[in-house]
């Protein structure tokens, strides 16, 4: 079954501290995977797509086939950064939702 | 500027009275989707639909309505609205289904 796992409801980490999100995903075929952000009372916005390989805001993810992961990862968290985040992987014209991390940065 | 807008933002009804969230996209976006958001639960899937007058049941239909006459609009229809519909709603679209995705600002709903 097609599913998308964020093992952590809450993540704290200080300011200037490293930050990872995990997510894991099952899925049988190339799996293109989203990282979106919801900042406090705010519309869910994409972050990062695993095909642009890009740095959105510091964030970078990469996709490992092996681990089946697409960990989302800061080197230096800053207090804007607090929201919360949520995996997705698309899959049969549809995507499938993590449960979401709330990462809170604590100053 | 793209755009996906739903309206209203924030109700408060009363139990059993219908109502109906509007959502419009500018990006002539075939897919079209509802999600709720409730604390500790994440997203959850209403409806979605594909394309003008295809729509299907996502994880949580119970109690809704939806229907999809033209491209651009896509509303949700609480045709007897309960208590446990309070929740955040929002409305999303994408080129197509499984792709960058993009939602409104969201509708806070509360059923008294």
């Known amino acids: 079954a097609q599913r998308v796992t964020q093992p952590e409801k809450l993540l704290s980490v200080f300011k200037g501290a490293p930050v990872e999100l995990k997510c894991n995903y099952s899925y049988s075929g190339s799996p293109e995977l989203f990282w979106y952000v919801q900042y406090s009372r705010q519309r869910l916005q994409l972050l990062l797509r695993h095909i642009s390989r890009e740095s959105i805001k510091g964030f970078t993810a990469d996709l490992n086939k092996g681990e089946t992961s697409f960990h989302l990862k800061k080197p230096f968290a800053q207090e804007e950064d607090s929201a919360m985040y949520y995996c997705a992987l698309g899959s049969n014209y549809q995507l499938i939702w993590g449960a979401g991390t709330k990462l809170i940065i604590k100053p | 500027e793209a755009q996906v807008t739903q309206n209203p933002r924030y109700l408060i009804t009363v139990t059993g009275k219908k109502l109906t969230v509007t959502c419009s996209q500018n990006?002539?976006?075939?897919?079209m989707s509802w999600y709720r958001q409730d604390p500790g639960l994440g997203l959850r899937q209403i409806y979605y639909?594909?394309?003008?007058?295809?729509?299907d049941k996502g994880d949580v239909p119970e109690g809704y309505k939806v229907s999809r006459k033209e491209k651009r609009n896509f509303p949700l229809i609480l045709e007897s609205p309960s208590p446990n519909q309070t929740s955040l709603y929002f409305c999303?679209?994408?080129?197509?289904?499984?792709?960058?995705?993009?939602f409104g600002e969201g509708s806070w709903l509360t059923v008294v």
């Open positions: 999303a679209s994408s080129y197509r289904g499984g792709n960058t995705i993009y």
């Open positions: 990006m002539n976006h075939e897919y």
């Open positions: 639909s594909m394309n003008v007058e295809v729509t």
